[in-house]
């Protein structure tokens, strides 16, 4: 049996009117173009991805990443937007699950969920790693610990105890001791080219709005969808 106190109960009409009234400061009013202020879905996300980073808490630009593993199983967890141009680049070891399912199948689904706001943009499409450039580029801007973490984890592998990751870190330490820490090779990125973004925005009474940007050549569809 579910525990009452652990799911919040379904809105009443008075709780809807108050979000309604919470959600004008983010722009969001009966007017509708108001929410989706560009044509060009892009531009488009950027400007929500602003509105998220003054508002939400932290990690403004965290995104579910949807993969599907050799096997047929879907899989989903958190990465970090870590730049956006003509796609979405996240960054992870390549040796990983992730990394896995995306040398099986190079496709993805991201799905951005902003509580602060009410937004949600879900986008979808094939995915090609970043030029070793780009991603050293990256990398060198990362804390030297956090580039050590990349050589001593073994990202998804099971570890044979508690203490197994700081031993490695102390040995990626002392390699590395006194110079610069490299790029490993099994560290690197992805950008995903979406051929389909959806933005979704929070409306009373479930009656959200959804607008759907597809890839046509070098243009972009919109449809409008039902919640
Ligand atoms: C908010 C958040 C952000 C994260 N960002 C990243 C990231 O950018 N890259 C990454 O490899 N893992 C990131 N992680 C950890 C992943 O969710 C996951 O645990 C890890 O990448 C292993 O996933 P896999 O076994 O499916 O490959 C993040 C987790 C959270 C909660």
């Known amino acids: 049996m579910t525990d009452d106190a652990l799911i919040p109960p379904t809105p009443s009409a008075e709780d809807y009117a108050r979000e309604a009234e919470a ?9 509708q173009g108001e929410v989706f202020t560009s044509n060009e879905p892009f531009a488009l996300f950027a400007e929500w991805l602003a509105l998220a ?10 995104l579910a990443l949807a993969t599907v593993a050799p096997d047929g199983m879907p899989e989903v967890r958190m990465v970090l937007l870590k730049d956006l141009d003509d796609g979405f ?3 992870t070891n390549t040796q990983s699950a992730k990394g896995e399912a ?7 689904a ?7 706001i009410r937004r949600q943009v879900r986008v979808a499409g094939p995915v090609e790693p970043v030029a070793p450039e780009e991603a050293d580029a990256y990398f060198a801007s990362r804390s ?3 580039r050590i973490g990349a050589w001593a984890s073994d990202q998804s592998r ?3 105890g508690k203490d197994a990751l700081k031993a490695r870190i102390a040995d990626r330490e002392e390699a590395f001791e006194g110079r610069d820490v490299p790029r490993p090779d099994h560290w690197s990125g992805y950008r995903l080219m979406p051929q389909r973004i959806e933005f979704w925005v929070n409306r009373p009474h479930r009656l959200h709005d959804r607008l759907l940007f597809e890839r046509d050549g070098e243009e972009w569809r919109t449809s ?4």
């Open 110 to 116: 991201m799905c951005f969920h902003w509580k602060s």
């Open 53 to 62: 980073k003054r508002h939400e808490a932290n990690d403004s630009n965290a």
């Open 89 to 91: 680049t996240f960054y």
């Open 23 to 31: 959600q004008e400061a983010f722009g969001v009013s009966d007017d």
């Open 144 to 146: 030297r610990g956090a």
């Open 158 to 160: 099971k570890m044979g």
């Open 102 to 108: 995306l040398a099986a199948n190079p496709r993805a």
């Open 224 to 227: 409008r969808l039902y919640p």
